[in-house]
T-cell receptor
């Protein structure tokens, strides 16, 4: 039931691009993306709702493939501040699971100068 | 900036003690959550609430209990702490619709 994230870890040079994937075996209503820096609380990045939409904020964007129950987070021209652990949180489509998120195991991203 | 607070930030206690972790938010959010997170690992939902007098257990079995007497307050209680309870506990709240969750700074609990 827990979504599967890949890769588990990635190291980038500043300015390089990265893609983080999140796959679920369940039909989904939404996918959330959060970033957590070491010793801090997770911070919301974006939410994608059923309908296959793509969202973006500056150089971070994401897509949601409803048919495959997959979401991808795209980090373009990475900055040092992008370092941290990225979690996807999935909300199943079933009504009795409304508003509860199931988080993946995280992807550790390190951006080096 | 989200206004959600947790106290204490760090707690070291002995086995068998009763503890309460406090969580408060000033945003008027109906939905609140407690997560347990070991260092570098995923977040596990242990309790959630959709509003006053509404509490449910999450997906990860926990010996803790919660209460929701006021909208802004969602405390978590461990009646008898054990070393297996050592972890970080994160409180969160969310907007009325299926929206983002705002996380508190967390309480890092160590049970000796």
């Amino acid at each position: 039931q827990q979504p599967v994230q890949s890769p588990q870890a990635v190291i980038l040079r500043e300015g390089e691009d990265a893609v983080i994937n999140c796959s679920s075996s369940k039909a989904l209503y939404s996918v959330h993306w959060y970033r957590q820096k070491h010793g801090e609380a997770p911070v919301f990045l974006m939410i994608l709702l059923k309908g296959g939409e793509q969202k973006g904020h500056e150089k971070i964007s994401a897509s949601f493939n409803e048919k495959k129950q997959q979401s991808s987070l795209y980090l373009t021209a990475s900055q040092l501040s992008y370092s941290g652990t990225y979690f996807c949180g999935t909300e199943p489509l079933l009504m009795d699971s409304s508003y509860k998120l199931i988080f993946g195991s995280g992807t550790r991203l390190l951006v080096r100068p | 900036e989200a206004d959600i607070y947790q106290t204490p930030r760090y707690l070291v206690i002995g086995t068998g003690k009763k503890i309460t972790l406090e969580c408060s938010q000033t945003m008027g959010h109906d939905k609140m959550y407690w997560y347990q997170q070991d260092p570098g690992m995923e977040l596990h939902l242990i309790h959630y609430s959709y509003g006053v007098n509404s509490t449910e257990k999450g997906d990860l079995s926990s010996e803790s209990t919660v209460s929701r007497i006021r909208t802004e307050h969602f405390p978590l209680t461990l009646e008898s702490a054990r070393p297996s309870h050592t972890s970080q506990y994160l409180c969160a709240s969310s907007v009325p619709s299926r929206g983002e969750q705002f996380f508190g700074p967390g309480t890092r609990l160590t049970v000796l």
